[in-house]
């Protein structure tokens, strides 16, 4: 492991993923998840964190679904884990309101998907789930809550991304929103104030492969980046994955089962491991180019395009 990749290896071990649940409330046509049954308690995720940090300070933990918002535990569960000092990110499609259950907002990160304008992620998530998105960032910042948008692209909203950036600045920095009368936000500095990270959608390499997911997912509207749109989203976006990778991190799966990173196909333990063990296990497995991936052979279906 090179001095680089080690260091990122240090700084990704106070990261922890948990993924409590694949329910969701949507039926999303570009969706690759298999909605799996089981679903973590609260207080196993509570017990596996207070586990990991004797061996390794925590600093943040992202929790994903399926949708977060679901479980009638979250707001116990989010308010319990701040309180303990570590920042929260919540990955949500943004349509499940209870902000206002969370009393930590400057602690805590909502990523918020939005694919694009409105006719096109409505295609893909549902009619009205545009406007319920864009009025949870709103309401999510104006309540002090750092803010961040997560969008797959393909080719058809791949043509409209700048048009897409204009208008989160232009409508979502709007002082017409009556979401603002709310709260004064803590403001974020304004270079970051909606930041956005690109996804290619998952290569065919992926939904064909993936031995966990292994759904393909509408294409109909929803088409394939092509070898030149995704190097092109890859030099010039932030993307996940990020262009020099090091995105690994322990990352807990709602069946108990631990992995490598949030895309994992080999696991590296389960919940009941010691988490000194899940670290070693996951330092054998980090390898590949520029900062490594705990997947190599894999690197979430796009290996050809980190050579």
Known sequence: MSNRCLIRFQQSLRHIYINPLEACNLSCAMCYTRKTTPILSDGQILQFIEKYQKAMPVETVTLCGGEVFLLPYISHLVNTITDKGIFVQIITNGTIDRLGELKNPNVINMIVSIDGLQKYHDANRGKGMFQKSVAFLKKAKSLGFHTEIFSIV????????????????????????????????????????WEITYHPRKPRAYLNNHPISNVFGQTKGFDFLGKKEIKKLLETKKTFPPKNLGCYQISLMSSGVVYGCCEGIVPIGTIRDNPQTL?????????????????????????????
């Not at 989160?168 to 979401?179: D, K, P, W």
């Open 154 to 193: 393909t080719k058809q909203n791949y043509a409209h991304m700048s048009e897409f950036e204009s208008f989160i600045r232009e409508e979502l920095n709007s002082q017409n929103s009556s979401f603002l009368e709310l709260k004064k936000p803590l403001r974020q500095p304004a270079d970051r104030e």
């Open 279 to 307: 670290i070693e296990n996951l330092k054998k497995r980090i390898a590949g180019p520029c900062l490594g991936c705990s997947e190599p052979s894999f690197a979430c279906g796009m290996k050809e395009y980190f050579k």
